[in-house]
């Protein structure tokens, strides 16, 4: 939409054909000769040996499944083991073009991209580096378990053994694994070494990688590492990523200093099978995996097929398109042909394929492949290949036998630490904020700032008369100060989604900052949800600080495995190491009817390690934003459309001008009352206000309403001294009760206050049905006179009063039928 783009209708209806540029295919034939003067003897020799090692370690692990021993050792291993026996040469070939600050992120058959990776960046880091990532893996007591055991003087060497023991214990989930046994086989990684998370998501680390690539455009350096595989060309994310790697903007609109595509690489181990489905042939369209490149931009995203069975080859394309990537001429797709010899997991039999394939496969493998080309041209020996691979051996079954030592690595004692994973889910910290924001205008200038300046910061009149939204600051405006504030002391924080720039977005809230924010901080993103929280995940992971928006809450159906899996889980699967500082905002929509107009505040609240906001008043908007920002955790804030325009209605001195912070997880008394307590979520607490009206006024009832304003975290505390005090609690919100948050509250508040309750807790919330359309909103989300009707019918009987709604219903025979 931005103006400087125009759209010019004599060009695009010329008749013209498009022209698609030439992918190649297995084009790498530089002669071994050519390479050994280039890399040296060791380190073709060293990339034969990492080959080796994870072949060895999968093999362990194969065993450990398999048999319950390998080598001697006995272990029963109850996780998964996806192994990747056969695709070593890509992972090698790859790992040896990156440098040790570019980041890889995996799948969940990433044990050998793991291992490739850290045994590279070991090589090219200096001693100093590798000692103080040892020291600084938990205190250094990884480092003082190898010490203790495994004796060496040689740094290399007792880092290949810090990378193979951390790796295992993790996969063994001991609570010295690097990840603190959080993350296991499919989840671990180690960012010290640019290993960032696996992810047993198919595809799911497309768009993280794709967020990791924006924040080393913007603030780092390198490249990011998309490991994924071919199967995961099915999956929209992964789609969403490449579009979003490269959208238009980033070379058209955004400063000259931060031009170009993502330095990100989309590297498809293509092992021709998602699970027992063959890709190629029978659930793919392609022919090529890299013909996919194609479709995104008249580069085709430099793609091009290699041989997966060659460590050169692999790497030879990686570096090449590293290149690119630095120059800004990024994203890239190398579709590496390879093979896995075993099944999808162990328990699978390989059914789908016959031996000749697997042993037609075996004939060129990578490892015995590599060896013999490095034998014909002298750089190695029978006596020596026989020599690394003992060697290797030894080195495994030395890390195996000390990661199944319960001494050198203790088991997680959930027995003596109960809640050893539940602090892991929230960091509880608030950032210091840096100041420094790049702004390209002062903020003083910004339009919207004059604007709100000439405004009442309550939303009464002297005599008490409601302010107009365009006379007092609304839950819009109160929403904008505290980003407004953020951008300009984070220089970090970015935000975008759907309309977030000259739109100002769909709903008014960063209208203005696109007069004083950069491209590059505040921009519109594709339609894709998917993409657009899972790179704001990458982002955060990096460093960085994000603001991302949905422009409608029903929209979390497109981004759920985003949001579930991914913001909500890499914190505590880090075990404390990483963290999330991520916002997401969710607008509930209304008068659009079924898709969107739902309240999915319960469906986000089930999730553990998501903090959840839901203010109703310009005071506790920007508060509570404030907080979320500042914070280290990942908040979905939700907001309602029909409050935006909401005025301050209950702080006496109004929305203060300057800055302020409210603390997620405390509910809030709006009213003062001692017959009946009503808690309510978003919207609500304005239909309770007019209820309590009406029970003063015709029934002498004094009514105490509580709005829960967050919902993760929740102190029940407020809410428990107020049902001591009244005896009576209705709940309410415009979720529909089934499954909802208010059904969590009220079966908690029935347990924790059971001694203080008159009646039993009633919940108001919507129908077990779709949301109609704008002219029965009124019969479906609760009114004052819904409240009214259970108040007096339900929780004070006495009071007689004739129902004036129709939501006293028989819930009882709604359920039989569903509803």
Not at 405 to 414: G, K, Q, R, W
Not at 692 to 712: K, N, Q
Not at 748 to 775: C, M, S, Y
Request: proline content about 5%.
């Amino acid at each position: 939409m931005p103006k400087i783009l125009h759209v010019d209708p004599s060009l695009t209806r010329q008749k013209t054909v498009l022209a698609i540029k030439s992918i190649p295919i297995h084009a790498y034939d530089t002669p071994l000769a050519t390479e050994r003067a280039a890399l040296g003897d060791g380190r073709l020799r060293r990339m034969l040996r990492d080959m080796m090692i994870i072949r060895e370690f999968e093999t362990m692990l194969a065993g450990f499944k398999g048999q319950g021993a390998y080598a001697g050792i006995k272990h029963i291993y109850a996780g998964p083991a996806h192994l990747s026996i056969g695709q070593e040469a890509v992972a090698v070939g790859s790992a040896a073009a990156l440098d040790a600050g570019d980041h890889v992120f995996g799948s969940h058959r990433s044990h050998g991209e793991f291992i490739a990776k850290g045994l590279s960046a070991i090589q090219k880091l200096g001693g100093d580096a590798l000692s103080q990532i040892m020291e600084g893996q938990a205190g250094g007591q990884l480092l003082r378990t190898l010490e203790g055991r495994l004796g060496t003087n040689d740094i290399r060497q007792r880092a290949e053994q810090f990378l193979l023991f951390g790796l295992l214990t993790e996969i063994l989930m001991r609570s010295n694994g690097f990840n603190g046994g959080m993350g296991g086989s499919m989840h671990a990684f180690c960012p010290a070494l640019g290993i960032y998370p696996n992810n047993a998501i198919v595809g799911g680390s497309a768009a993280i990688a794709t967020g990791a690539a924006l924040y080393k455009k913007l603030h780092g350096q390198g490249i990011a590492v998309a490991n994924i595989g071919d199967g995961s060309t099915a999956c929209g994310p992964v789609m969403e990523a490449m579009n979003l790697a490269g959208m238009g903007q980033l070379t058209n609109l955004w400063d000259e200093a931060y031009q170009g595509g993502l330095p990100v690489l989309f590297l498809f181990h293509n092992n021709f099978y998602a699970m027992g489905g063959q890709t190629n042939g029978e659930t793919a369209s392609w022919d090529r995996l890299s013909r996919l490149g194609a479709g995104f931009n008249a580069d085709n995203m430099h793609a091009e097929t290699v041989d997966g069975t060659n460590p050169l080859a692999v790497m030879d394309s990686v570096r090449r398109k590293r290149d690119l990537l630095i120059a800004r001429r990024g994203p890239a797709l190398i579709d590496a042909e390879c093979y896995r010899y075993v099944g999808h997991s162990t328990t699978d039999a390989s059914a789908y394929r016959t031996k000749e394939e697997i042993e037609a496969w075996r004939s060129v493998d990578a490892i015995a492949g590599f060896a013999l080309s490095l034998k014909a041209e002298g750089i190695l020996d029978d006596e020596a290949e026989a020599e690394m691979l003992a060697g290797v051996k030894q080195t495994i079954q030395q890390i195996t036998a000390l990661s199944v030592d319960p001494e050198a690595s203790p088991p997680i004692d959930i027995k003596a630490d109960p809640f050893a994973v539940g602090r892991l889910m929230f960091s509880d910290e608030l950032a210091t904020l840096p100041g420094g924001g790049a702004l390209i205008a002062p903020a003083e200038t910004c339009s919207r700032v004059t604007q709100l300046a000439k405004r009442s910061r309550v939303g009464k009149s002297p005599e008490g008369k409601k302010l107009s939204a365009m006379a007092a600051i609304t839950i819009r405006d109160a929403l904008f100060e505290p980003i407004l504030h953020h951008f300009q002391h984070d220089p970090l924080l970015i935000a975008y989604g759907e309309e977030n720039r000259e739109w100002g977005g769909a709903f008014g809230v960063y209208r203005g900052l696109s007069e004083i924010l950069p491209y590059h901080r505040l921009f519109n993103a594709p339609i894709s949800e998917a993409a657009t929280i899972a790179s704001a995940v990458g982002y955060a992971l990096e460093g960085g600080r994000v603001i991302v928006e949905l422009m409608y809450t029903d929209f979390i159906g497109r981004a759920g495995d985003e949001i579930f899996n991914q913001m909500a889980k890499w914190q505590s699967m880090s075990g404390g190491v990483l963290r999330m500082p991520l916002v997401l905002r969710c607008s509930i929509g209304s008068k659009y009817g079924a898709q969107h107009s739902q309240d999915w505040t319960g469906l986000v609240t089930h999730i553990p390690g998501l903090k959840v906001v839901y203010p109703a008043t310009p005071y506790d908007a920007k508060g509570l934003m404030a907080s979320a920002l500042a914070g280290n955790d990942p908040v979905v804030f939700f907001e309602s459309q029909r409050l935006y325009d909401t005025t301050e209605l209950f702080q006496p001195e109004g929305v203060p001008t300057d800055y302020y912070r409210i603390p997620l997880g405390t509910p809030d008394i709006k009213r003062a009352g001692k017959d009946v307590t009503i808690l309510t979520i978003g919207p609500s607490l304005y239909k309770a206000i007019d209820a309590a009206e009406t029970l003063a006024t015709e029934h002498g009832i004094a009514a105490e309403i509580i709005d829960a304003r967050s919902l993760v975290p929740f102190d029940y505390d407020l809410v428990l001294t107020s049902l001591a005090k009244t005896g009576r609690l209705l709940l309410v919100s415009e979720a529909c009760e089934r499954g909802s948050f208010l059904m969590t509250l009220a079966a908690n508040i029935q347990r924790f206050g059971f001694k203080h309750l008159k009646a039993p807790v009633e919940v108001l919330g919507t129908p077990n049905w779709i949301v109609p359309g704008a002219d029965l909103e009124s019969s479906y989300f609760p009114q004052a006179h819904d409240i009214l009707d259970i108040v007096c019918n339900r929780l004070i009987p006495d009071l007689a009063r004739p129902a004036t709604g129709d939501r006293l219903w028989d819930n009882v025979a709604l359920a039989r039928q569903g509803l």
